[in-house]
């Protein structure tokens, strides 16, 4: 099993005595195979690796999401305990919302151009959360390379130019969105979809894929399949969207010009 370090500072004490580099890779549990590349990559380019599992309530704009978020600690312990070069080698920090938040959130950390388009018009507040939470953890974690999926595209975005802003230490790698086989980006809210929305679900990576169609022609497909479109828009050189399908949110997004995933993905890095 993974060693569980379950307050802040017993981690910062291991790593003084950690002799060799550290990846973090920052999520809030309910692992899946995206996760998993994540921790695999972190595993082959450091020493040792910290997974943080921390669902982080200051990042959720609706109670109700917060709540329903799946908590998996034992499973998600045991997932990252199966991965190859696992043994000995990885950390788990479990903090409580009063470990991360003494100051009761006094202090936040917010941007104000990029956080205020696509998911910051829906989501209020989302990046301050996401943002203060994500400087925390790297400042615990004083780790050499943390790792972020490109799913979340704008909160990657974000993270990159806080850590500029702000010196931080620490090389922020950004991975390629891991899909299931009929293209739907992976994800935790997945699991609250029904087998029949799953596959509805694998729409969306196909519309956003057709460039034949313009962003406004891929919302009003997007509406004839069932979804309910917030945006499809074209920025930072890629094709983002956020849709409801039921009651489960789902966002995406793929590079903007014609060539694979990989050759764009190798273009960000
Ligand atoms: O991407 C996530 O799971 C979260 O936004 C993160 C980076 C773990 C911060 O809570």
Same mark, same amino acid.
């Given at each position: 099993?993974?060693?569980?370090?379950?307050?802040?500072? %017993?981690?910062?004490?291991?790593?003084?005595?950690?002799?060799?580099?550290?990846?973090?890779?920052?999520?809030?549990?309910? /692992?899946?195979?995206?996760?998993?590349? @994540?921790?695999?990559?972190?595993?082959?380019?450091?020493?040792?690796? @910290?997974?943080?599992?921390?669902?982080?309530?200051?990042? =959720?704009?609706?109670?109700?999401?917060?709540?329903?978020?799946?908590?998996?600690?034992?499973?998600?312990?045991?997932?990252?305990?199966? /991965?190859?070069?696992?043994?000995?080698?990885?950390?788990?920090?479990?903090?409580?919302?009063?470990?991360?938040?003494?100051?009761?959130?006094?202090?936040?950390? *917010?941007?104000?151009?990029?956080?205020?388009? /696509?998911?910051? %018009? =829906?989501?209020?507040?989302?990046? *301050?959360?996401?943002? *203060?939470?994500?400087?925390?953890?790297?400042?615990?974690?004083?780790?050499?390379?943390?790792?972020?999926?490109?799913?979340?595209?704008?909160?990657?975005?974000?993270?990159?130019?806080? *850590?500029?802003?702000? =010196?931080?230490?620490?090389?922020?790698?950004?991975?390629?969105?891991?899909?299931?086989?009929?293209?739907? !980006?992976?994800?935790?809210?997945?699991?609250?979809?029904?087998?029949?929305? %799953?596959?509805? !679900?694998?729409?969306?990576?196909? @519309? /956003?894929?057709? =460039?034949?169609?313009?962003?406004?022609?891929?919302?009003?497909? @997007?509406?004839?399949?069932?979804?309910?479109?917030?945006?499809?828009?074209?920025?930072?050189?890629?094709?983002?969207?956020?849709?409801?399908?039921?009651?489960?949110?789902?966002?995406?997004?793929?590079?903007?010009?014609?060539?694979?995933?990989?050759?764009?993905?190798?273009?960000?890095?």
């Amino acid at each position: 099993m993974p060693h569980i370090v379950s307050v802040p500072k %017993k981690w910062r004490k291991q790593r003084k005595s950690l002799n060799g580099t550290v990846g973090f890779v920052p999520t809030m549990g309910n /692992l899946h195979d995206g996760h998993l590349d @994540l921790v695999q990559r972190a595993l082959a380019e450091n020493d040792f690796v @910290l997974v943080s599992i921390f669902v982080n309530p200051t990042q =959720f704009n609706q109670a109700s999401d917060y709540e329903a978020y799946a908590r998996t600690f034992a499973e998600d312990c045991a997932k990252l305990d199966a /991965l190859d070069g696992a043994e000995n080698r990885v950390y788990v920090l479990n903090p409580t919302e009063e470990d991360i938040y003494p100051d009761d959130y006094a202090l936040k950390i *917010t941007e104000t151009e990029d956080a205020e388009a /696509l998911e910051g %018009k =829906f989501r209020p507040g989302h990046f *301050t959360g996401m943002l *203060t939470v994500v400087m925390k953890l790297l400042n615990i974690a004083a780790a050499d390379r943390a790792y972020f999926g490109e799913k979340d595209f704008q909160q990657l975005l974000l993270v990159r130019k806080m *850590t500029e802003a702000f =010196f931080v230490d620490t090389e922020i790698i950004p991975c390629p969105t891991r899909r299931e086989e009929s293209g739907l !980006a992976m994800s935790s809210r997945n699991n609250r979809l029904s087998a029949e929305e %799953k596959a509805q !679900a694998a729409q969306l990576y196909a @519309l /956003l894929s057709d =460039f034949s169609l313009t962003d406004a022609e891929v919302v009003k497909k @997007l509406e004839k399949a069932g979804f309910k479109p917030e945006y499809v828009e074209t920025k930072w050189g890629r094709r983002l969207a956020a849709v409801w399908l039921g009651d489960v949110r789902l966002i995406d997004n793929i590079p903007a010009e014609c060539g694979t995933e990989e050759e764009k993905h190798a273009a960000v890095s």
